[in-house]
């Protein structure tokens, strides 16, 4: 039978058997209420007025208004005969009135009449009970009838209720369960039903897609195999090391460059959980230290490793493989890919140039101080006067040779921290002496454009415990930007103050300010704000940063577009 059918008729039954009872409920409530309305209607009604008529009776011999009470009651009476032998007995009271109403004194009609109506009385009384017992006689069978039909009904109802929903859930139930073992890549599993219903042609249709599923996966299980070889040789002729490992951090693969750096052999590293392998291993605790830490900075790290029989540079990088199950919307952690790439080679390409540069600043110094000295000389008036070309000619090299040997400076600033063989002199140094510093090297150029410094030193701030050489020149390095880009007649800012153990030098102007896109790239070496028409390198902020944080501290800028700009370093506090 179908689905649609079994409802159909199981829904029908239902509705038929609510109809049934329905039908039966009302024909009996309506035989109650006919018995019922028989009595009052009937019944009642007679007793009413027999009982009214009597009351009048007794009033007829001292108030001659009791003869019309009883004529319209017993007229009454006469349209309410409804028993057999009430019609008699109403005659006789109506008789017997009419003799009444002539011989008003006779005691006798008086007796007569009330033992026609107490007649008439018991006619009726014995009507209700008759009637009552019918009515009783009534319910009693439509409780039994409207009890039975109501007891075939829930039996009905209760067999539908436990049969019909699972003869359909039963089997959705177990193709959900197939579908679900299909799904885990269980292309045997078969769902059988015998039932010539919807269900049985669906359980035809999963039966038929599970064989040429299994026929499909069969035939392309040669493929899948080629193509983890291709992958697997891939990634073991790759230069670079590389370690794969699941969700449960057991390892996947390693190819041979990670075998060569780690020395390990490959049976005692694949299919081990990756922490085990530390326990013996130090480098490769340190390469998954992160992995254990669960640090989710995604941030490379360079690492330097004895491989190829010298010391070899490596710059580490985790990946989180995550990819979203067929199906699914949500994405699923399946392990992750640590890589080691090489860097040795641009290390040494790096320290080359950091060489190189150092080589050259220092062979630019010595021809730069000759030329210095030989403008020294030019300017001496005993040499001999000069005309106002001349003077021209040389200041203009004056001003190049200048230039020259702070780009000079600068470079070879540079190429220390690259080197990682800059000194530091870090003591208590005189916070004064420090910005003293800065404003002589800063007060011609402020006074050309008419800039006024101004100095605010928190109280308590004396000293720090820094570079005094390096934090000055850092600070002059701010001040002098601050004085090349504010506009004439303006003011520029220096304060001092405390940040908890730290002491905070900031330089703020009301120039042009930063544009909001380059304000993260100030500190870095070369570059330049684009249509920018000053004089610069681009290297005095990268050299101020490395400076500063190479005594601990930190630098900042705040800055906006056409308001201005505030430089900030912090170097430590000094101790007392």
């Known amino acids: 039978m179908k689905i649609k059918t079994k409802l159909n008729a199981g829904?029908?039954?239902?509705?038929?058997?609510?109809?049934?009872?329905?039908?039966?409920?009302?024909?009996?409530?309506?035989?109650?209420?006919?018995?019922?309305?028989?009595?009052?209607?009937?019944?009642?009604?007679?007793?009413?007025?027999?009982?009214?008529?009597?009351?009048?009776?007794?009033?007829?011999?001292?108030?001659?208004?009791?003869?019309g009470v009883?004529?319209?009651?017993?007229?009454?009476?006469?349209?309410?005969?409804?028993?057999?032998?009430?019609?008699?007995?109403?005659?006789?009271?109506?008789?017997?009135?009419?003799?009444?109403?002539?011989?008003?004194?006779?005691?006798?009609?008086?007796s007569s009449i009330r033992r026609d109506i107490a007649e008439l009385m018991q006619l009726n009384m014995v009507a209700i009970e008759h009637k009552s017992s019918v009515a009783d006689a009534t319910a009693k069978s439509a409780i039994a009838i409207i009890s039975a039909a109501g007891m075939l009904c829930f039996i009905i109802a209760f067999i539908l209720m436990v049969n019909l929903p699972s003869n359909i859930a039963n089997p959705i139930q177990v193709l959900t369960e197939s579908i679900k073992q299909i799904a885990n890549q269980n292309y045997k599993e078969r769902v059988h039903f015998e039932s010539k219903s919807e269900f049985g042609q669906l359980a035809m249709s999963f039966n038929i897609m599970a064989e040429k599923l299994q026929e499909y996966s069969e035939s392309k299980?040669?493929?899948?195999?080629?193509?983890?070889?291709?992958?697997?040789?891939?990634?073991?002729?790759?230069?670079?090391?590389?370690?794969?490992?699941?969700?449960?951090?057991?390892?996947?693969?390693?190819?041979?460059?990670?075998?060569?750096?780690?020395?390990l052999k490959k049976e005692n590293f694949v299919g081990k959980l990756i922490q085990d392998v530390a326990v013996t291993n130090d480098l490769i605790r340190n390469i998954i230290k992160e992995i254990i830490e669960e640090k989710k900075d995604s941030k490379t790290e360079t690492m330097k490793i004895y491989a190829d029989g010298k010391e070899s540079y490596f710059e580490k990088e985790i990946i989180d493989i995550n990819v979203v199950p067929t199906g699914e919307k949500e994405s699923q952690f399946i392990g992750q890919v640590i890589m080691l790439r090489n860097i040795t080679l641009f290390k040494e390409l790096d320290q080359a140039k950091t060489n190189f540069m150092g080589t050259v600043s220092h062979e630019f110094k010595t021809p730069i101080s000759?030329?210095?000295?030989?403008?020294?000389?030019?300017?001496?008036?005993?040499?001999?006067?000069?005309?106002?070309?001349q003077k021209n000619l040389v200041n203009g090299i004056k001003e190049d040779s200048d230039r020259l040997l702070k780009i000079t400076g600068e470079l070879l600033d540079m190429t220390q921290l690259e080197s990682g063989s800059i000194n530091l002199n870090i003591q208590n140094s005189e916070v004064s002496q420090i910005i003293d510093y800065a404003i002589n090297a800063n007060k011609s150029a402020a006074e050309q454009k008419n800039i006024n410094l101004v100095v605010k030193v928190e109280d308590g701030i004396e000293k720090v415990l820094a570079d005094s050489e390096k934090t000055g020149w850092v600070l002059n390095n701010l001040l002098s930007n601050a004085v090349r880009y504010?506009?004439?007649n303006s003011a520029i800012n220096i304060e001092v103050k405390k940040e908890g153990d730290l002491v905070k030098f900031s330089v703020r102007d009301y120039g042009t300010g930063i544009d909001e896109k380059y304000r993260d790239k100030v500190f870095n070496r070369y570059f330049r704000i684009p249509g920018t028409q000053k004089e610069g390198t681009g290297l005095g902020l990268s050299i101020s940063k490395d400076f500063i944080e190479a005594q601990g501290g930190n630098i900042s800028v705040k800055s906006e577009w056409g308001v201005g700009s505030e430089f900030s370093f912090t170097v430590k506090g000094s101790r007392n």
Do not use: C
Request: no cysteine; net charge negative.
């Open 11 to 67: 829904v029908g039954l239902l509705f038929l058997m609510i109809i049934v009872l329905s039908v039966l409920s009302g024909w009996y409530i309506n035989q109650l209420k006919k018995d019922t309305n028989n009595i009052l209607v009937a019944n009642y009604n007679t007793l009413q007025y027999s009982r009214n008529m009597l009351l009048a009776l007794e009033e007829i011999n001292s108030d001659p208004a009791a003869y």
């Open 70 to 110: 009883f004529e319209r009651h017993l007229e009454k009476q006469k349209k309410n005969v409804t028993e057999p032998g009430e019609k008699e007995a109403t005659e006789n009271i109506a008789t017997h009135f009419q003799l009444l109403k002539e011989k008003s004194d006779n005691p006798k009609l008086l």
């Open 221 to 263: 299980l040669d493929k899948i195999i080629r193509g983890k070889r291709r992958i697997e040789t891939l990634i073991d002729n790759m230069h670079d090391p590389i370690i794969g490992i699941d969700e449960n951090k057991k390892v996947l693969f390693v190819n041979d460059e990670a075998l060569k750096i780690t020395g």
């Open 370 to 389: 000759s030329i210095q000295m030989g403008l020294q000389l030019l300017e001496n008036d005993k040499i001999g006067n000069l005309n106002d070309e």
């Open 486 to 488: 504010s506009y004439e």
